[in-house]
T-cell receptor, first 113, second 113 residues
Framework: EAQVTQNPRYLITVTGKKLTVTCSQN?????MSWYRQDPGLGLRQIYYSMNVEVTDKGDVPEGYKVSRKEKRNFPLILESPSPNQTSLYFC????????????FGQGTRLTVV | KQEVTQIPAALSVPEGENLVLNCSFTDSAIYNLQWFRQDPGKGLTSLLLIQSSQREQTSGRLNASLDKSSGRSTLYIAASQPGDSATYLC????????????FGKGTRLSVIA
């Protein structure tokens, strides 16, 4: 089954404690990205990657890092989380050159206290 | 900068009604438009994708249309059911497969039995 898998689904952490949210896709997609969803603001792109070792900033990259060492994986790293990073996070993937749909993971609800 | 607006923000209808959700976008130079469904606290499920050269797509009781020149898309749901209750999100991708999805803030639909 074609899917994007994120882990963990729920996470509560304290300010400043480094964390990683993993994302994996099984569709051989080149393009992967991270979004955050906040009430009243909708979904906004954090970072994206067009292929292995190619990453770039989206609209709201401050406080986040990513890596793309393998095509299927695109982890989101928060080096020093702060309360304003409390949000619902989504990983997405799609093909670069085929005009087909984007697939989204189940979401990770992060609370930073 | 592309902006996506969805009207209405919330909608409540009795079971069995046909309904239309609206999505408008400011820049008509789009690559594709995708409709998603989001259940509370859950991930995004892709419903329909319309490529920029297409006028409509159908899946079961759902029909999505696209009018690029006027910057509009509609999602038509026939014979609504309580299980259709969810938030419906519209997203457009500009130019090509390596650009981000720009989302509207969604329409929250409640279908009353």
């Amino acid at each position: 089954e074609a899917q994007v898998t994120q882990n963990p689904r729920y996470l509560i952490t304290v300010t400043g404690k480094k964390l990683t949210v993993t994302c994996s896709q099984n569709m051989n997609h080149e393009y992967m990205s991270w979004y955050r969803q906040d009430p009243g603001l909708g979904l906004r792109q954090i970072y994206y990657s067009m292929n292995v070792e190619v990453t770039d900033k989206g609209d709201v990259p401050e406080g986040y890092k990513v890596s793309r060492k393998e095509k299927r994986n695109f982890p989101l790293i928060l080096e020093s989380p702060s309360p304003n990073q409390t949000s619902l996070y989504f990983c997405a993937s799609s093909f670069l050159r085929q005009n087909t749909e984007a697939f989204f993971g189940q979401g990770t609800r992060l609370t930073v206290v | 900068k592309q902006e996506v607006t969805q009207i209405p923000a919330a909608l409540s209808v009795p079971e069995g009604e046909n309904l239309v959700l609206n999505c408008s976008f400011t820049d008509s130079a789009i690559y594709n438009l995708q409709w998603f469904r989001q259940d509370p606290g859950k991930g995004l499920t892709s419903l329909l994708l319309i490529q920029s050269s297409q006028r409509e797509q159908t899946s079961g009781r759902l029909n999505a249309s696209l009018d690029k020149s006027s910057g509009r898309s509609t999602l038509y749901i026939a014979a609504s059911q309580p299980g259709d209750s969810a938030t419906y999100l519209c997203a457009v991708r500009r130019n090509s497969g390596n650009t981000p999805l720009v989302f509207g803030k969604g329409t929250r639909l409640s279908v009353i039995a």
